[in-house]
């Protein structure tokens, strides 16, 4: 379930559960700079009202023809590929294309069951 972004609560769940070696500044920076709009954003719920995972595109690049990158800065758990295709993948390449990025680089998520499998079909 997608929920709209709470920075400080997205900053906390990403220093609890980090997905690669950003450190704090480098995560604010993606979500606050590096990304053109809220809707880049992807914060992921879970039944109990805690927070699965959080992602970002980063769109905001110098040069025009680079493509944005997906970019997961915190998760809890293993995610299926199906839930990360529908919650995060096709709305962060929906939004890749509005804001003219014709490419979307989305390195494997170590947290997602089945990553290879999902970027194939996508």
Do not use: K, N, W
């Amino acid at each position: 379930m997608r929920l709209p972004l709470d920075l400080e609560a997205a900053l906390a769940f990403a220093s609890r559960h980090p997905v690669g070696r950003l450190d704090e500044a480098t995560r604010r920076r993606l979500l606050t700079q590096l990304t053109s709009a809220p809707a880049g954003t992807f914060v992921l719920g879970d039944p109990s009202g805690g927070l699965r995972l959080v992602a970002t595109v980063v769109d905001v690049i110098s040069d025009p023809d680079a493509a944005a990158e997906l970019v997961v800065l915190g998760a809890a758990g293993t995610l299926s590929g199906e839930v990360f295709a529908a919650e995060v993948l096709a709305p962060a390449l929906a939004f890749a294309r509005a804001v003219g990025r014709g490419r979307l680089h989305v390195p494997l998520p170590g947290c997602v069951g089945g990553a290879a499998d999902v970027l194939t079909r996508a």
